[in-house]
Every structure is written in structure tokens, then in C-alpha cells.
């Protein structure tokens, strides 16, 4: 139906009436978004059955930090970019107010104009709560649109932004909870329009919940700290890009994981730290030569029935279940909180997406600047488009900086 080069997008409709156009829009904007998001596959088709979503540009690791190590960063210490990844850690961030600016060139092997910038920032209101907001910005480049001929249509510049706001919490001196709102809007097909047919931009509004524990840790007659997260994103209505009633799931994700920093003495500090990500999105369900559901369940449900049904409807049972589980190591050496030096690993399963990388990055801050890096080594294939991907960040934070978590008081 289509063809992508670097610099254009060939539309080969084939349609006999205006509900079969409509659908194709739909594929075509699926199509790209997954492209964005999922590795070359090893495996073969018949075996491939992937989760797909719409907007999955939500699920990209926006800042350095935390990509750097494997793209873990639920139950990490504080920062500033804990909005994307688990916003009930902003209770227990050190500083009062600061802002961050992201940006990571994406998919250069494939098109050298598309990109994602992140902006975020927050405030501390009083020794409890904190506020949070953040502008994530996906830029598809220029596109050539064309008819079934090979026609110019139109150039278009398809892209996507998702606006948030959030709440942190404290709860006692340990734990910690929160609460983000978001409005996504999606434009990716330019407003295609073909035989009285016209595509929209997608729009939806989203929440996450987001909880933080941590507590003193010895270990080795050297202390330090641990920590759990959890946190689940996207929660929102279906999106649609026509005015047809088909509408595709947001990636709704289950992130849950765990870190242990220790201080290895007065300068130097080692942190470990695992996330496990589940879509909570139904599977594709398996169907015969009758168009009938031979294994699986239905995915046309319900938000809300669609979450609960994720965990038990891959047609391949528990094992492809545990198939959709990801998860990413990630390790940070940090001394005297100025220089850090940081590595990790990402795996999703081959008939899952097959996205498999090693990351590395370094970091350098002061009291009020910080500078973020990281670097995206895929583990097969030299034209892997997700291979060489980097990003960087830059953080200023202000205000007073204090040492401990503040007490907690009623």
C-alpha cells in the first residue's frame, strides 16, 4: 500500500469505495508509528505477534539519564525528568524548582529529519507536594504524499506532542504517590483527502498512577539506600485518526521495578536498578480461513475490560504472556554527585517487537547545571534503525539544595 524512502511516503490505494480508503489511512498511520518503534525481527512472521498501539512515541525513553541505563528509571533516585518514568518521585527531589531540555535525533538510518525533543520541568510547593509539567514533541520530518499513479499529492509534516501535568505527594518519609494528567494529539496523515474521504489528526486525554517506597539499605558494612516503583501510564480513551468508529488502543504500559544504591565510601556511589514493562493492551487474537477467532479473545473491548484482559489473552497462553513482558538492567557510577558514568541493557522478546540494545551514557552536573548523554548499541544487525541512537540533556535546577528528604508532618 505504501513505500518509505528517507525522504517520502509512495500511498498506493488500492479502494473501490470510501470506507476501504478511510481503513487505509488507519493502516497507514499505525504503520508508521510501529516503524518507530520496533527493531528488524529475526524470527518469522507466522511467529511475530506484536502488541500494537497507537502514539507509541509515548513509550520512547525521552532524557539521557535513564536510557543510558537500559531505560530503566521506575524506581531510580529522583530527577527531573520522573514524570515520563514514575512522577511520585518528585516528593523526594532534592532541589526546589528546575527545568530540562531533551533532545534525541530518531531513526537516522532510516529518515535524517525526524527527531523528539522533551521539556520538563517542576516546583516544589512546600515539603510535601511538588507539581510537574512537561511537552514531549515528535517531528516525522517532511513527507511526500502520492496518489496511486506516483503522483505529488501534497507534503505534509506529520507530528505528534503529548502535554503533562502532575501531583507528587509524600506520604510518610518513605513512601510517596502520584497522580498525571495528559492530552496527546496526533497528526501524521496531513489531511489526506481522496475521493471525498479525509483523515484527522488523533486526539486523547490520559492519566497515570504512580507510587515510590524507599528505605536505608546496609550492605558489606557500607550504606546506602533501595528502592521500589510502580507505575501505570496512559490510561485513556481510544484514539482514531477518520471519523470511521474504529479506534486504536493507547499504549496503556505497566511499569513496576526496583534500584539499590550503595555508597562505596565518601566520593563514590554504585547504583543497580531493573524495570519490567507490560503493555496493557489485548493481544491479537489468532484467526481461522473463516475470519472467525480461532485463539485468543476479542480486542474490541473496553479500556477498562481491554487492561484486565491483557493478562490473559495471548493466544499462545502463559508462555507468550510472559513473552510481552520487557525489561531493562541498568547500572550508574556516580562520583561525588558530579560526574556520572552510566550502562545498561533493554530486551523485548523476538515475536514481541525483538527490540534488543545495549545503552552507555555519561553525565556531569554542578549545583545548578547538569549535562546528560547517552549512546544505543543494538545487539544484531548493522542496519538496525534503532542502532547509534543518541540523546542528550541539559538540566538547570534552582533554589536551595538539601541533603535529606524533608520531615514529614501533619
Known sequence: ??????????????????????TGIIVLCIFVHVLSAIAQSTVKRHEINSVSTAVPFLTIAPDSRSSAMGDVGVATSPDINSLHWNPAKYAFIRTEEGISLSYSPWLRRLINDMNLLYLTGYKRIDKMQVIAASLRYFNMGSIDFRDLNGDPMTTGKPNEFALDAAYSRLFSEK???????????????????????????????AADIAVYYHSDLELFDKNGTWALGADISNIGNKMTYSNEQHKTFLPINLRIGGSAGLNLDSYNKLTFAVDFNKLLVPTPPLYNSKGEIEEGKSRDVGVVQGMFQSFSDAPGGFSEEMHEISYGLGLEYLYREIFAVRSGFFYEHPTKGNRRYFTMGVGLKTHVVGIDFSYLIATYGQNNPLNSTLRFT?????????????????
Open 1 to 22: 500500500m505504501k513505500h518509505i524512502n528517507k525522504k517520502s511516503v509512495n500511498l498506493r490505494f488500492q479502494i473501490q469505495n470510501m470506507n476501504l480508503y478511510k
Open 394 to 410: 541539559v538540566i538547570f535546577n534552582f533554589g536551595k539544595e538539601t541533603k535529606v528528604v524533608p520531615e514529614v508532618t501533619e
Open 175 to 205: 513512601i510517596s504517590a502520584a497522580l498525571a494528567f495528559r492530552y496527546i494529539r496526533s497528526d501524521i496523515s496531513s489531511g489526506i483527502s481522496a475521493y471525498g474521504g479525509k483523515a484527522k489528526a488523533g486526539n486523547s486525554f
